[in-house]
């Protein structure tokens, strides 16, 4: 089981490799003229470990029309305009692969990640490829690192990305070791409960997401997440009941450092709620480190996959099979 941990501790270097493998790539491609060209808006396509990394690029570059599309079909008003991004760590996506087709059909300028599979061998303006063999939830440095890069080189981003993700590859590897403390703690806190985790901020919203993700997949666990302040129209008037339910949960609360003032604030109107009204519901704050928005999204990221691996190891779950995934697409093919 020791694999997976490896994988986790490989994020940083998949980064610092990621840059070189664009920079190969976008080297050496032939329709440079027409990615550069002027587009309004992108369409990142992609589901589960490959289609997060375009929930992250969402968040982190609000000044970016970017829409991240999870489903067979696309919006109906994308045009050619637009720059459809394809992920798919396995190349074989069937969701993917019906995107693509369909963009091939109305004209759709694309490229596309993967590290092989069907949708390598499909025609694109660039066309991407990282090393295989990782389960996709363990492939995001590969998987995230080209579309900021991308994003500049097409004139979607003013500034170069670059510096800022070579940063983050010595930043985490730095903090790799302390990450991974911090993620056997946090096991032993959680194991046995249900996670409920609200997040401060759009973008830790998807952070929370990744998190229910990995403890998905590693910890085959259930995991709520739900985003502040819109937790606090609904849901905070049903946390805590059924009553008995309450010895079982455990909330988590990420904050971070660059949520609006008036969420920070309800985030301690929340904790206060809980403490004067709830008893025994256990509240666990994550504080990011980091020197901007970039780091502190990926400490937390990295932190919740160090997390849902120890988890995994508590309660004798092997992290690294999703039987169930394999079952699915299995019965897919079969009843196609």
């Known amino acids: 089981m020791n694999s997976m941990r490896e994988t986790i501790y490989s994020l940083p270097e998949q980064i610092a490799e990621a840059i070189n493998i664009f920079k190969c790539y976008w080297h050496e491609c032939p329709d440079k003229n027409i ?14 470990g490959s289609g997060i ?24 008003y994308i045009d050619k305009k637009t720059l459809a991004i394809l992920i798919s760590y396995s190349g ?21 990640i993967s ?7 499909k025609k694109a303006l660039l066309k991407i490829q990282i090393p295989k063999g990782l389960p996709p939830r363990g492939a995001l440095g590969y998987l995230f690192t080209p579309i900021p890069l991308l994003l500049y ?19 985490l590897k730095k903090q790799a070791k302390i990450l991974e403390e911090k993620g056997q703690v946090l096991a032993d806190l959680i194991n046995g409960k249900l996670p409920i985790i609200y997040a401060n901020s759009n973008i830790f919203g998807i952070v929370a997401r990744r998190w229910q993700c990995q403890l998905n997949e590693n910890s085959k666990i259930l995991c709520h997440t739900n985003i502040i302040p819109e937790m606090n129209h609904n849901e ?37 709620i809980i403490k004067q009204e709830i008893a025994g519901l256990k509240v666990i704050d994550i504080n990011p480190s980091g020197r901007n928005l970039l780091e502190h999204v990926f400490w937390t990221i990295m932190l919740g996959d160090f997390l849902s691996y120890y988890l995994a190891l508590k309660t004798g779950i092997d992290p690294m099979p999703v039987k169930r995934i394999d079952y699915l697409k299995q019965r897919l093919l079969r009843d196609r």
């Open 153 to 171: 080189h097409t004139g979607l981003l003013k500034k170069n990305p670059e510096t800022m993700l070579a940063r983050l590859f010595l930043f």
């Open 35 to 48: 990615l550069s060209k002027k587009f309004n808006r992108v369409l990142i396509c992609g589901m589960g």
């Open 236 to 272: 905070i008037v049903g946390l805590g009941r059924p009553k008995h339910f309450n010895k079982d949960l455990i909330v988590i609360i990420f904050n971070s450092p660059n949520a609006l003032p008036r969420n920070k604030l309800r985030i301690k109107i929340i904790k206060e």
């Open 115 to 121: 590290s092989n599979g069907a949708l390598l061998k």
């Open 53 to 76: 990394s375009g929930d992250i690029i969402s968040g982190l570059y609000p000044e970016v029309e970017i829409i991240v599309n999870k489903d067979y079909q696309i919006p109906e």
């Open 92 to 112: 074989n996506t069937e969701e993917t692969l019906s995107n693509y087709n369909i963009f091939k059909k109305i004209g759709i300028q694309t490229a596309v």
